[in-house]
């Protein structure tokens, strides 16, 4: 690497930064909220960025399959109650002029995977006039597990993937996903002004990790959603529940809480992100950054060979485009709370 382009490397992770730690602070963001802040569950935390350590351990593998999550950071740590979840614009998002969101089957051999067959169908779920929540089912998918859906009265099941669409700037945009069956979310901001929409990257889950078939996953009893409070209520099939409120979303980041509302054991990992890393330009997350207790500055590695640390803040992103799903968000965990 050139020093021209590790200065700019380091230049672009500054900046990032600097705007994770502004709006942490309770500064103004220049960007302009186009959807009504949620006030956070619990007490407030209003300019508050106290944050307490939570173990991180790494669970990657090295693949050559640019569409499979071979990314795996676990969060771990028993008296965690809250945290917040935030997807970034990657700071190259402005620079933008084409997106690359085609998939690339190069290097994949999906033979092995499970496959379980579906009834495809698509419904409307619930649709005001700022939200809208569309499902699919779809013909065949990788886990068997018929998690009932709830809004309201309303409960659909045998779903595969529900989105949750905004309406803002006079047009109706996709914001985030879960996958019921295994409890995968994605979300991402509102589209830059450059670009008509912009991809997802990594997933993430919320609540009582486990595996299947190699893959962490959250085993989901029920979901509800209450569109008043743009919030989803998990129920899991150990007895333990948790919730997750869309507290804000603009065209610079999408902000989650999430409260762990009845959490029955501290000895599973609470929270997982899930993505791709093939090359550092073929990649969904390909850096990680963690902020340590005690010490002066973040800490920044490739995402494949960090170690794990204990941290109270942690970034995951890209600082050069990818050629595969470019404008996918960089991930941001922090405010763990008890």
């Known amino acids: 690497m050139t020093t021209a382009m590790l200065t700019r490397r380091t230049a672009l992770f500054g900046a990032v930064l600097s705007l994770f730690l502004t709006s942490c602070a309770g500064e103004t963001t220049p960007a302009r909220r186009l959807l009504a802040t949620v006030p956070a569950p619990g007490p407030s935390r209003s300019g508050d960025c106290s944050s307490v350590p939570v173990h991180l351990s790494n669970q990657s593998e090295r693949v050559a399959c640019a569409e499979k999550d071979n990314v795996s950071i676990l969060f771990d740590a028993p008296d965690v109650r809250r945290f ?45 006039a700022e939200l809208k929540l569309l499902a699919y089912a779809y013909p065949t998918f990788w886990r068997k597990n018929d998690v009932p859906f709830r809004v309201g009265d309303r409960v659909e099941r045998g779903l595969h993937l529900v989105q949750l669409w905004v309406t803002a700037r006079g047009q109706s945009h996709e914001l985030m996903v879960v996958y019921p069956p295994d409890g995968y979310f994605r979300a991402r901001p509102l589209p830059p002004p450059n670009l008509n929409t912009s991809d997802y990257g990594s997933s993430f889950l919320v609540g009582p990790i486990e595996a299947d078939a190699g893959r962490p996953v959250v085993n989901l009893k029920e979901i509800g959603f209450d569109p008043g409070q743009r919030r989803f209520q998990l129920h899991y099939a150990d007895g333990s529940t948790a919730s997750l409120t869309l507290r804000s979303a603009d065209g610079q980041r999408t902000v989650l809480d999430v409260d762990l509302g009845q959490r029955l054991s501290g000895a599973r990992p609470f929270a997982a992100l899930r993505s791709m890393y093939v090359t550092d330009s073929n990649a969904d997350a390909a850096r990680i950054s963690v902020k340590e207790p005690a010490a002066p500055s973040w800490r920044e590695e490739n995402i494949l060979t960090f170690a794990g640390a204990s941290a109270t803040d942690v970034w995951m992103g890209r600082v050069v485009p990818s050629h595969h799903n470019t404008s996918a968000p960089d991930m941001v965990f922090h405010k763990f709370a008890r």
């Open 84 to 128: 917040t979840i935030e997807a970034h614009q990657p700071r190259y998002i402005g620079e933008l002029s084409r997106d690359n969101r085609a998939p690339d089957w190069s290097g994949c051999d999906m033979q092995s995977d499970p496959v379980f067959p579906g009834k495809p169908r698509e419904v409307i779920l619930y649709e005001d």
